[in-house]
């Protein structure tokens, strides 16, 4: 029973315990007994205590008489030393008596079909006995799979490792990749709550929705902007070895235990506790957790039906599971509008233009990645996302969700409610530091995620990287960074120190979003929209879209091409600011703070990353923003 109803329960119970003894026939008058009668408690004080008294010492006392009630108080006396006098009739007293029993007989009873019918509502009494034959039963929401666990047992897990890896995402998949270029020997044991190889999450949102084969979409494989196959997995099955012989290979390589979790870190005794109570004792331990996607307290305690049509998009089962809903959904609502919640809704809306599917977005913000853009450019961009096919409703929010009639309905705050077939949330993440309290290990209260030092280190011998770690950039303060490119560069530093370097950590990590083939933007740095900016655009050309880079470079990771790219030459021609409605087809965006740019962001620019962390380094003020952003070179003059 819940705990409320519980409550409510014992309520009445006592609320009817106190009306019997209150509407009882039989009135209690006091304690009958004789004038010679007294006694005195063991514990009434300034009077002898029996139990400490010796027998031998204890003397006859000298009782004081009880003196009877006043008899001007009382009709009839309470003892048996006076005879009561009979008060009025005896027929009439009888039957009064009567009359007062029925009545408070007819008031219990009431009392009694009340806590009846209380009970029955609440639920306790379940007369609903199990069919004897099959019934026919709605369509069911297809049951998302169980996390199977691989070994099955954790026997077949090494219960000592020189390197282990907590987490099995891009930062583990980066740190294994450096441990074995400095140790090409090493033993590194990487155990994961998800039931996958270590793979990419930017297709799972992008490429991965573009592709028409169905069979590779199936088997998670996707074709670049560019064309070219590739596979969501980091690496093939056959990379990894099995964790029942990573202690046997004299040559060393790296184990997945897929679908375990870790739930405690004794950092004295170096030793990690999976949740079968199984302890595994290391030498180094990298902390790469991740993040957990954001929910909606409303979602939260909303009915079972309802959540049955959520899905909090992150991980392979999610697309999965998108993927068959978006086959037959009629509508789709997505909560969101940042770069995941935008990419999705172009993706999805693409996918609507064959299957008929209507897709809405909704968020808070004026346009799509308010936060993030210029409200110029925010705007500019929303109305790309329509021409895409997409509903957006900007500066709304969820107040209210209900199931009705196989569809969720959505109320607004401003009342308007939408039907939809099914929702996907895509708020943000949070990251995941439950092992913290467990652990002892300390956590921002401001940023989130486990403090580090500028090695990237927790505790002895204990490193974090990814999205769960918060760092000191000696820039721009204390962050954490959740993006790609972070979780790329930090778990390769945090690997390297953990195979005997010292290397701080002070790379500055880039990001980007692709609105389709079309249309994207890179960005470094804090890119607020709350920061004053200064943005100078050109004409774009066939050459400025995540599809021509992709084509040029092979390479679909933003962060990759960034590393190999070229330097470029300050241009000649200036640039000016746009004016509102113009299209923006390409240029750089300068965020201020104390007039010092502390953020980029490169729309359609694309290989001059290393030009912006430049800029970001110099950490002064610029007189003329157009003569810096001549060093973008973004006409290629």
Known sequence: MPAADMYRYTRVIKSFTGLIRQKTPFESKGILGNDSLRYYSSKEPGKPDPSKASPCSSKPQV??????????????????????????????????????????????????????????????????????????????????????????????????????????????????????????????????????????????????????????????????????????????????????????????????????????????????YLDDGKAIKYDKCLLATGGIPKSLPLLDNASEEVQDRVILYRSIPDFRELNEITNEAKSIAIIGGGFLGSELACALAKKGKDTGMQVMQIFPEKGNMGKILPHYLSNWTTQKVRNEGVEVITESFLQGINYDGDQLVLTLNNGKKIRTDNLVVAVGIEPNIELADASDLETDEDCGGFVVNAELMARSNLWVAGDCSCFYDVKLGRRRVEHHDHAVVSGRLAGENMAGAANPYTHQSMFWSDLGPEVGYEAIGIVDATLPTVGVFAKATEKDTPKAVVTETGESIRSETEMVAEPVKPSKTGMKPPKEGEDYGKGVIFYLRDDIVVGIVLWNVFNRMAVARQVLKEDRKYEDLNEVAKLFNIHGD
């Open 63 to 272: 009782i004081e008489p009880c003196r009877p009630p006043d008899s001007a108080k009382t009709k009839c006396q309470p003892t048996m030393n006076d005879m009561p006098k009979p008060c009025g009739s005896w027929e009439d007293a009888n039957k009064k008596n009567q009359s007062k029993n029925t009545r408070n007989l007819l008031i219990g009873l009431a009392t009694a079909l009340a806590t009846l019918a209380l009970l029955w509502k609440m639920g306790m009494f379940d007369t609903t006995a199990p069919p004897s034959e099959p019934v026919a039963k709605k369509k069911e929401k297809k049951a998302r799979k169980g996390v199977v666990k691989a070994p099955k047992d954790s026997s077949e897990i090494p219960s000592c490792v020189p390197y282990l890896l907590i987490g099995g995402g891009t930062a583990s998949l980066s740190a294994f990749r450096a441990i074995k270029t400095r140790d090409p020997k090493a033993q590194v044991l990487v155990v994961t709550s998800e039931g996958d190889f270590p793979y990419m999450r930017p297709p799972l949102s992008k490429e991965l929705w573009f592709s028409e084969d169905k069979e590779a979409v199936e088997n998670l494989k996707f074709k670049q902007w560019n064309g070219k196959e590739r596979s969501l997995f980091f690496e093939p099955d056959e990379f990894y070895t099995q964790c029942l012989e990573l202690t046997k290979c004299p040559n060393g390589g790296v184990a997945v235990a897929r679908g375990w979790k870790v739930v405690k870190l004794d950092v004295v005794e170096q030793k990690a």
